[in-house]
């Protein structure tokens, strides 16, 4: 949604892999690993071709929080998250037309307001918490959740935009010609 809206022609693909952690891993190498995995395993099918491959993971204390297995999931997750400090990671894979690669991660601070039972609820039964790292959208009804965002927003969306703005720059498409549409 995000890079469609900047113009760029993209395909999606799902990779099918298994997004869990392997033992000693923190969250951070978890989400690169998995990033990168993703897209290189998307690569081969797309010679030739900017690939992008990202995971996100939300970190509360010591608990790294995926997407939710079920209602039940989710609701632990957001109660969990009410009236607290958590952090979204991210992992961004990029592959360049030349094979090269970068795989770097972003972090952003989100704080929660304090939610009742009810409202908890509520927000689960909405049916946003799902596919949804946290078990919430921030750019949907979630966004009345959280009360302070330190970092890149779009990176709790699900891509941080600048600093694959960055990355693209990095490999050789630089920022003045990412605001043409014919790449993607």
């Known amino acids: 949604m995000l890079l469609r809206e900047l113009g760029w022609n993209i395909k999606v693909k799902v990779p099918a892999i298994e997004e869990v952690s ?6 951070e190498e978890m989400v690169c690993r998995l990033a990168g995995t993703k897209a290189k395993s998307v690569s081969e099918g797309f010679p030739g071709r900017w690939i992008i491959g990202a995971d996100t993971a939300v970190v509360i204390g010591n608990d790294v929080l995926g997407k939710p297995r079920n209602h039940e999931d989710a609701l632990m997750m957001i109660k969990k998250l009410q009236g607290k400090k958590h952090v979204v990671i991210t992992g961004v894979a990029l592959i360049a037309p030349d094979r090269r690669i970068l795989v ?32 919430y959208a921030i ?6 959740l959280a009360e302070s965002i330190e970092g890149c927003y779009f990176n709790v969306v699900g891509l941080p935009l600048h600093r694959l703005s960055r990355m693209f720059a990095d490999l050789g498409w630089p920022l003045a010609e990412q605001w043409r549409k014919k790449h993607g």
């Open 22 to 27: 392997e033992p000693g891993e923190c969250p």
């Open 104 to 135: 770097e991660v972003e972090k952003t601070n989100v704080k929660f307001r304090p939610l009742s039972e009810k409202e908890i609820l509520s927000y689960v039964d909405s049916g946003e918490s799902f596919d949804k790292a946290g078990s």
């Open 139 to 144: 750019q949907g009804y979630g966004m009345l």
